[in-house]
Structure formats: structure tokens, C-alpha cells
């Protein structure tokens, strides 16, 4: 089998690469590990910056996007029992779209699907050969029989734990990660959310946020050790600490209900370099990784997406290859923008274990700072609304 860009992970990277591809006469084939069932069970967040709604509209897949999603001008900040709003429309003229990040992957499917493109599923021992040549391939078993994808160029959309990455020879590819002491214990649960919007809260029993999907289901989640479990916490229980994490006015709101998920993330910022070696480029989870405290992880993503789509469209379409050439550092700069930002909100916000009273009242200044000056305000709805790409 043949085709130009051979595309590794129908996770939302790949899917929206190979729809914007598509939309400029590129050929692709997208292969996925998993069933589209499982992935598309795959608990997300849900905050689309605009930038990410842009190419789902230059994709020709925002119809629901815009039909569900909820525009969110805005978003509490919430420490000290006291709560402040940071408002995101009037400091930067640019509101988030809450709408599921596992939505956007499943109108993705639906858009490839409906263009007849192909997809292969459950893939196994995914070798990308001769990336460092003109004359790359992907071989692959499916149903028990090995097989070949000759390409012009192989897309690592494959996430943290795909092969792209570990492709890249160890003595070019360059890992920078962080891991942080603690995890976020979520919960989703049919119950009608706290808010309108977003609660981020920082208390001394430790970080809570108060999101949701739509107008009747939530999403919470708690800080906890690395060490805990789900299994250690019942739902009455996940309810009464999160209540404690609160301010008096939403802990009172709070309507509960059983949970429906319930799950552990650990916390970790990562970046590798380069996101190109030869005819290989990482997009996505491939090459990065965000704690989840700023909405980062889908909408960096994007972007990567965004460079390297309009760089193989002009390839092809013109024969420039600037974008190629330059994609790698493009994707890094802006990234490496994200990766601060989300560090920044998570040092913030969380209860660290070794924190002493000093860094604690650094955290107290710092907070009152936010709720206090506009220009700090601003700079972080900038960074929450999305940079510039
Ligand atoms: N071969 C084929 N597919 C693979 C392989 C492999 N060797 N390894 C992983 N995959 C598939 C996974 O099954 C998954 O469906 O690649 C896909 C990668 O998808 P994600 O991990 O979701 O990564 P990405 O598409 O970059 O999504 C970026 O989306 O929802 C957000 O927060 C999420 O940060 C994440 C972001
Ligand atoms: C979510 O809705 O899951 C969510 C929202 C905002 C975040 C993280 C997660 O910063």
C-alpha cells in the first residue's frame, strides 16, 4: 500500500491532521492501535481555546462544536475562602469553548468516515522504517498479517506511549520532563454543574476544580498523593472534601450524585526535541505533555497540527518546503509558551508536600496579586485563551 502522509494514532492529533490534509488534496492513511471504541472512551478535558474551534471550522468539523459547546467569557479563582473572576472576553476579547475533548475526537472520526478515508484499527508492532531516507514506510501487523505503508512522510500523532518518539535515534532526540508530587482524583457524575463556568481552587487541603460537559454533567476533580487510589475514596466521600476545598457559596451549591467515572491522573510536564528527524514529524501527545491545571494538552496539540498540515499542504500544493524545515522549532516556541503557562497555574494552585510556610505565603501573595491587579489578570487570560500561533 502507498500513500503520502501515513499518520500513526487516531487520537485527535492524527484525526485532525488527516482531515485538514484531506481539505488540501493530501492523501493519508491514519493507523490506530485501539478500537475507535476505545478511544473514543477515553475520559478528556474540555476546554477548546479558539485557535483549536478554527481548524475544526478549517477541517469541516465544528457544526456541533458550535451547536453544544458553551462559550465561557470567563473563570473563578478561588483561595482563602474568598472567590475572584478572571475575565477572559474583556481583557482579551477572546472566550474558551467548553465542549468535550472526547466530542471533538468523535466528530473527527465521523468527518473521516463520512469522506470514506482510510483508517486502519488495531494495529500491532508499528515500525517506522527509513525515516532519514526520501523513501520512508510503515510496516505494521493487522490480523495477523505483517504490512507495508510506503509513504512520502509519516506523522507521529501516536502519543506519549506511541513509537514516534523512541524512533528518533537517542543521540539527536533531547528529553526535558518534570513529574510532579501529587495527582488529580476525577470524578464525572450526571449531577448539574457548581457553576456556569470553571472553578479553580487552591485551599489548604489542596487543589479542587469544578468543571463540566454540558448543563447536566460535571466533571471535579481533587488533588491527591501519588500513592492514593479510587478505590480509597467512595463518592460521599470525593463529595465531602471536595465541599472542603470550596468557598462557603459553591460548597453549598454543590448538587451530588453517584459517579459515573472515577480515576487517578498523574501530573508531568515533558517536551522532546526535535519534533523532526528527516520525513518524521511528532505532533501532539507524541512530543509533549501538560499537567492538566491550564487545558493545555489538546490545544497545543493543535497547533502543532496546524504548522505541520499547512507545511505538507505547501509542499505539495506549491513545493515550498520552509514550513517543513521550519516546523519543529515553530512547534517548540510556542509550545515550550504552553509548557510555562501550565507549570505556572499548577505551582499556583496546588499544596506541594515539601512546601514550607514561606512558600506558602509566596502562594498567598501571589494569588492576592491575581485577584488584585488587572495586568496580571490579563497576562493570565492571555495565556489561558490561547497564544497566537
Ligand atoms: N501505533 C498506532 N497507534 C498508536 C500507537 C502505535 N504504536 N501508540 C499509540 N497509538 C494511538 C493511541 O491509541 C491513541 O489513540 O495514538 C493515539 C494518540 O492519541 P492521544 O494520546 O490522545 O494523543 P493526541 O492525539 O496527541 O492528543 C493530544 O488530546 O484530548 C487531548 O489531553 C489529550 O493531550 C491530549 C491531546
Ligand atoms: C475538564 O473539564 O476536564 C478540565 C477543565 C479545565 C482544566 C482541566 C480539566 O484545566
Same mark, same amino acid.
Given at each position: ?50 485557535? #483549536? ?54 466528530? #473527527? ?91 479553580? =481552587? ?30 480509597? %475514596? ?12 470550596? @468557598? @462557603? ?13 472515577? =480515576? ?7 517536551? =522532546?526535541?526535535?519534533?523532526? %528527524? ?112
Amino acid at each position: 500500500m502507498r500513500t503520502q502522509v501515513a499518520i500513526i494514532g487516531g487520537g485527535p492529533s492524527g484525526l485532525l491532521l488527516g482531515q485538514l490534509l484531506h481539505r488540501h488534496g493530501v492523501e493519508t492513511v491514519v493507523l490506530e492501535r485501539k478500537t475507535k471504541d476505545y478511544v473514543l472512551g477515553r475520559i478528556r478535558a474540555g476546554v477548546l481555546e479558539q485557535g #483549536l474551534v478554527r481548524l475544526m471550522e478549517e477541517a469541516g468539523c465544528a457544526e456541533r462544536l458550535h451547536a453544544e459547546g458553551f462559550v465561557h467569557d470567563g473563570t473563578h479563582v478561588a483561595f482563602g475562602g474568598e472567590m475572584f473572576r478572571v475575565d477572559f472576553t474583556a481583557l482579551t476579547g477572546t472566550p474558551v469553548i467548553v465542549y468535550g475533548q472526547t466530542e471533538v475526537t468523535r466528530d #473527527l472520526y465521523a468527518a473521516r468516515e463520512e469522506a470514506g478515508l482510510p483508517i486502519v484499527y488495531e494495529v500491532e508492532d508499528v515500525v517506522i522504517e527509513g525515516a532519514d531516507t526520501d523513501a520512508p514506510a510503515v510496516t505494521y501487523t493487522v490480523g495477523g498479517e505483517r504490512q507495508r505503508l510506503d509513504c512520502d512522510f509519516v506523522a507521529g500523532c501516536d502519543g506519549f506511549h506511541g513509537v514516534s518518539r523512541k524512533t528518533i535515534p537517542a543521540d539527536i532526540l533531547r528529553e526535558h520532563e518534570k513529574i510532579y508530587p501529587f495527582g488529580w482524583l476525577g470524578i464525572l457524575s450526571e449531577t448539574p454543574p457548581v457553576d456556569q463556568e470553571l472553578i479553580y =481552587s487552591n485551599s489548604d487541603r489542596g487543589f479542587a476544580l469544578c468543571s463540566m460537559r454540558n448543563a447536566t454533567l460535571s466533571r471535579y476533580y481533587v488533588q491527591v498523593p501519588l500513592t492514593d487510589s479510587p478505590d480509597n %475514596w467512595s463518592d460521599n466521600a470525593f463529595w465531602d472534601e471536595l465541599r472542603r476545598r470550596l @468557598p @462557603p457559596g459553591p460548597a453549598e451549591a454543590l448538587v451530588t450524585g453517584p459517579s459515573i467515572e472515577k =480515576s487517578i491522573a498523574p501530573l508531568r510536564s515533558f517536551v =522532546s526535541e526535535p519534533m523532526r %528527524w528527516g520525513r518524521l514529524f511528532l505532533c501532539g501527545d507524541a512530543a509533549h505533555i501538560v499537567p492538566p491545571t491550564g487545558a493545555k494538552g489538546l490545544n497545543t496539540a493543535a497547533s502543532d497540527v496546524q504548522y505541520l498540515a499547512h507545511a505538507l499542504r505547501d509542499h505539495y500544493v506549491d513545493g515550498d518546503d520552509a514550513g517543513i524545515e521550519g516546523y519543529s522549532a515553530k512547534a517548540l516556541a510556542r509550545i515550550w509558551k504552553a509548557e510555562r503557562f501550565s507549570w505556572w497555574f499548577t505551582s499556583l494552585m496546588h499544596q506541594f508536600p515539601d512546601q514550607t510556610e514561606f512558600d506558602r505565603q509566596l502562594q498567598r501573595a501571589e494569588l492576592d496579586f491575581l485577584r488584585t491587579s488587572e495586568a496580571a489578570q490579563k497576562a493570565m487570560a492571555e495565556n489561558y485563551v490561547g497564544l497566537p500561533y
